[in-house]
């Protein structure tokens, strides 16, 4: 009784499945017009979803800058209001320093040329960087 109804069961299926309507696939068909209309929707969705995407990331920055700006005047101006409570003036500018000159390079011994270095002119001291021991390796 069991095999006969898988059998039953796996020819119902074939022939439902066999039963479709034979319905033309031609006038399915889509023209190109459509398709490069359907792009350009697709495109133009993209575009506007990363225009605002960038348009948020701009009015975060702002209210960034905006919160700090209004930090910096409000901490000015408690300076100033702490400053007039003591009786002092404050001033927002420091001071800059005068600039000292700078003097002129003080003239020096020190050798021009690496055979002029002090006990390059023995005849055992090495005359050169490449006459050192080890320079070849």
């Known amino acids: 009784m069991r095999k006969q109804s898988i059998f039953l069961m796996a ?3 074939f022939a439902f499945a066999s039963c479709g309507d034979n319905k033309s696939t031609e ?3 889509t023209t190109q017009a459509q398709m490069d209309s359907v792009a350009k929707a697709t495109e133009e ?3 506007a979803a990363q225009q605002a995407a960038n348009d948020s990331l701009i009015q975060v920055e702002a209210k960034r800058v905006a919160d700090s700006t209004h930090m910096a005047d409000s901490m000015a101006a408690a300076e100033k209001a702490a400053a007039e409570k003591k009786g002092t003036k404050h001033t927002s500018t420091p001071k800059t320093p005068k600039a000292t000159p700078t003097p002129a390079p003080a003239k020096s011994d020190a050798p021009k040329n690496i055979n002029d ?8 001291a090495p005359k050169n960087i490449n006459d050192r021991p080890g320079a070849n390796k």
Do not use: E, I, M, Y
């Open 27 to 29: 006038g399915d068909t």
């Open 117 to 124: 270095r002090p006990g390059a002119n023995q005849t055992a």
């Open 11 to 13: 020819l119902a299926s």
């Open 45 to 47: 969705q993209a575009r």
